[in-house]
């Protein structure tokens, strides 16, 4: 990890850090108050499918605000659809986070396979902006955009949503909230434990 901050420090980029997470209709199991005696139970609607996934990047760099880009792709359960992201997808995303940052950027993120394609590998190669470093495998504790989705899913446990537009429309609002909110984003990456860039 240290190599990426050098990098980063030696090129003036930003140093961002990737991962993806996704939702149904299901909300999460979470914690609530109820009368003693009396399990609280959320109704869940059960009506539609889908599932929204979401690709985000936790940007720092030192003498600037921390930054969360993201994307939402949404899957309404339809036959031969996509569930997740391609490499256009990320793509689009590493792209966008460029035109935001104004500046290059070294990309942290794990080997998910789409990460480690061909497809992606002649994406990358195509961004002299861009260098990109690989997270060990099973390190989600490295990376702060971990504590992001965790965060958007804990406020979701007890959630009725009235299908897939108000869902996106939810985490949405959520995500909204602590891009305004650079200090959260600086208390996710504290708790990783890694040194600031």
């Not at 030192?62 to 990320?90: C, M, N, Q, V």
């Not at 590998?121 to 495998?137: C, F, Q, S, T, Y």
């Not at 971990?146 to 979701?156: A, D, G, I, Q, T």
């Not at 949503?161 to 949405?172: E, Q, R, T, W």
């Amino acid at each position: 990890m240290a190599g990426g901050k050098t990098v980063a420090a030696e090129q003036g980029a930003w140093l961002c850090f990737e991962d993806e997470a996704g939702q149904t209709l299901r909300p999460p199991k979470a914690r609530t108050w109820g009368r003693r005696g009396h399990t609280p139970q959320v109704p869940v609607s059960g009506k539609g499918s889908g599932r929204i996934s979401v690709a985000g990047l936790v940007c720092l760099k030192p003498g600037w605000r921390s930054r969360l880009i993201y994307r939402i792709r949404t899957d309404r359960g339809r036959k031969g659809e996509r569930r997740s992201f391609a490499e256009a997808g990320y793509a689009a995303l590493l792209d966008a986070a460029h035109q935001q940052l104004g500046g290059p950027i070294v990309l942290i993120w794990d080997n998910l396979n789409t990460h480690i394609s061909a497809a992606m590998r002649e994406l990358i190669g195509a961004r002299d902006w861009l260098h990109v470093i690989r997270l060990p495998a099973y390190a989600p504790d490295l990376n702060p955009i971990e504590h992001v989705w965790s965060h958007v899913k804990r406020s979701l446990g007890n959630l009725i949503v009235h299908g897939i537009d108000h869902l996106v429309a939810v985490i949405k609002n959520r995500l909204k909230r602590i891009q305004y909110r650079p200090q959260l984003l600086d208390a996710f990456f504290a708790h990783t434990g890694l040194e600031p860039p």
